[in-house]
């Protein structure tokens, strides 16, 4: 009898072992959804497909694109939230999603502290303050001037409310003590169109959106918001560097690839392995390089430091300027 139950408690114990969402051997042993949060052929769409190209590349995984835009990226998010945590379902969390909605939205369909397993952040980017060519302003004193002289008469352009660009435009004139007029739009594409026709005034862009408008003149640069000039506009400053009354301003846009929380360790870490190799990849550099983006990568726990002092430091910005929808 003692050795029947000896058998039967090893069985047991085996297959227990098998079913427990630490065992994953066999994963990935089906495709990996990996959600996008916003349309297709977009910014974050481009830099997820040339990611996930890298990685299935060098590892032989099924990975599939399902692109589920919608409230600034909360509807793509929260299926990544509420999905089963086996490691099948990952997202491209953002700032918006992840650091700006849960404080400036009256309310969020998920925590973004808690609902999910930070894995990698793969790139940050800055955004870039463009005018006119004709406008009358060439450097930001001059922009916070006539900011000042008539409050709230300058026209920022934004492409929605809730982006980065919309919040980097909101806290520097508040830190700056002036105002603009945030006039929002549905995407990049037409906010730039009414800067060039003069509908508005300014636009923090992102440097994709507008690097090709800068170089053919149709668009002036005045400063961008890293802490470091880019490779593609070498001579367009820093805010930071644009005058004492900048100093130490920096503010980037991230994207970052996260799991539902619960989601094992080991599948954690195997997705970090493989995005930290894609990031090694010269064709993916030079695509993150050439659109103004720094590559980060870094292990599991450096992104979950990232993530959260990002999400610290974009609370006390926005409480700061006072922001609210």
Known sequence: M??????????????????????????????????VPYTPGGGTDTVTRNLLEKMARGTG???????????????????????DPDGY????????????NP???????????????????????PLVLVVRPDAPWKTLDQVIAAAKAKPGELRQAVAA???????????????MGARFLVVPYKGAAPALNDLIGEQTDLMFATPQSVTQLIASGRLRALAVTSSHRLDSLPDVPTVSESGPAYAGFEAVDWKGIVAPAGTPKDVVARLNEAI????????FLAQLHSEGSTPVGGSVDDTRRYIAQQQEKWARLVAKAHIKF
């Open 2 to 35: 003692k050795l029947w139950h000896s058998a039967l408690t090893a069985v047991i114990a085996t297959a227990t072992l098998a079913l427990s969402p630490a065992a994953h051997a066999a994963w990935p042993d089906q495709p990996i959804r990996v959600i």
């Open 61 to 83: 995984w099924n990975m599939i694109v399902e692109n589920k835009p919608g409230a600034g990226g909360n509807i793509g998010m929260n299926t990544v939230a509420k999905a």
């Open 89 to 100: 379902v990952i997202g491209m969390g953002q700032t918006a999603n992840l650091a700006i």
């Open 103 to 125: 404080v400036v939205l009256p309310s969020m369909p998920f925590d973004a502290k808690n609902d999910f397993e930070p894995v990698a952040v793969v790139a940050e980017v």
């Open 161 to 175: 409310m809730g982006t980065v660009g919309h919040l980097v435009g909101e806290m520097f004139a508040s830190e």
């Open 276 to 283: 930290n190799a894609a990031l090694k990849d010269p064709g």
